[in-house]
């Protein structure tokens, strides 16, 4: 089972300008045969299958762990990519005349706008869906160990093509910290092929050779020790990383260690309604009323409890009427 937290991984800035065509670009981080929606169902199926874990129990934690961490980072590019569409289309109503999302006609991904919500989708940057074929769980350990080296190593290559190719502030947040992160995993993986085999596949295979530390949206996280640490996403299991994730980093030297519990993290943006893809609705302020009156029959407050980085009154609804017409 997981529990689930109502809060990002990292802190994502708020909407500023649309970027139609660098989201579609981000969404290869998604749905790409090197995403993370790749890297979640990989190790996910892997810990489903896995045969002899307690016997194992090092390698099933490791695995089973990390695609814990993926799936916050599923959550993180869609915020990413949610960020980059708000404002994209009218922000009025969705029934005014005219085409409210003829502005928007031949760029980046219409299925974000027809399909979507105007909102991120498990696909790549092609609008191809995601797939199943991208999972590779063949039962033996050290086989899919050696995957998910690579998976990572692709993974990270792909990161840095999509920071190199989109210049929004919410992709360069994204990827700084999941190249950050991605290098953890690699390591994490590298070590346990280690432990097994003896072979070091960062001696072998130092690819790909990205310099995380020359990189400004990278370094705040490398300060904190992000780069070294596996965190453990349990209160209770997943006791024995610490038996395969231990000695020095391999680039910088630095010990690895295990973080006990999730990351912190930082409460999501709440973005503005889209009325022109009706999202939530074309008339956003019904739910509101009903949601409200909901609150007060359950006993609640009138007032939302959940915890956001802006509250309705503050720079999201700045930005949302910025952005309306």
Partial sequence: MISRIDRLAVELPPPSEPDVDGASVVQELMGGRFGEMS?????????????????????FDLIANIAAEEFGHIELVAAAINTM????????????????????????????FVAGGQG????????????????????????????????????RSGKLRVYEMVDHP????????????????????ARAIEKLTGADLTKM???????????????????????T????FSTTDYLELAAV????????????????????????????????????DYAPEEITEIATRLREAAGLSREPSGVVANQPEGLVAKVADKLTP
């Fill in 205 to 227: 295979f130092p690819a790909p050779r990205i310099p995380t530390e020359k990189i400004p949206e990278c370094q705040p996280h490398i300060q904190q020790g992000l780069h």
């Fill in 39 to 59: 890297t979640l169902m990989n190790y996910t199926f892997q810990s489903f299958n896995f045969r002899g874990r307690q016997k194992a129990r090092p390698f």
């Fill in 120 to 155: 991120a989708l498990p696909q790549d940057s092609r609008g191809a869906p995601w797939t199943g074929d991208f999972v590779f769980a063949s039962g033996d350990l050290i086989e899919d160990l050696t995957h998910n080296f690579f998976l990572e190593t692709g993974a």
């Fill in 245 to 280: 994730f231990n000695g020095p980093h391999p680039e910088t030297g630095e010990e690895l260690t295990v973080e006990q519990g999730p990351p912190e993290g930082a409460p999501p943006n709440d973005l503005p309604p889209q009325p022109a893809v009706f999202a939530p």
């Fill in 170 to 189: 919410a992709a360069r947040a994204l990827t700084g910290y999941l190249l950050v992160r991605g290098g953890v995993h690699q390591v994490a993986y």
């Fill in 229 to 232: 640490k596996l965190y453990r």
């Fill in 85 to 112: 569409l708000t404002g994209a289309s009218p922000t009025d109503n969705g029934r005014g005349p005219g085409t409210p999302l003829g502005a928007v006609k031949g760029l980046g991904n219409p299925h974000h």
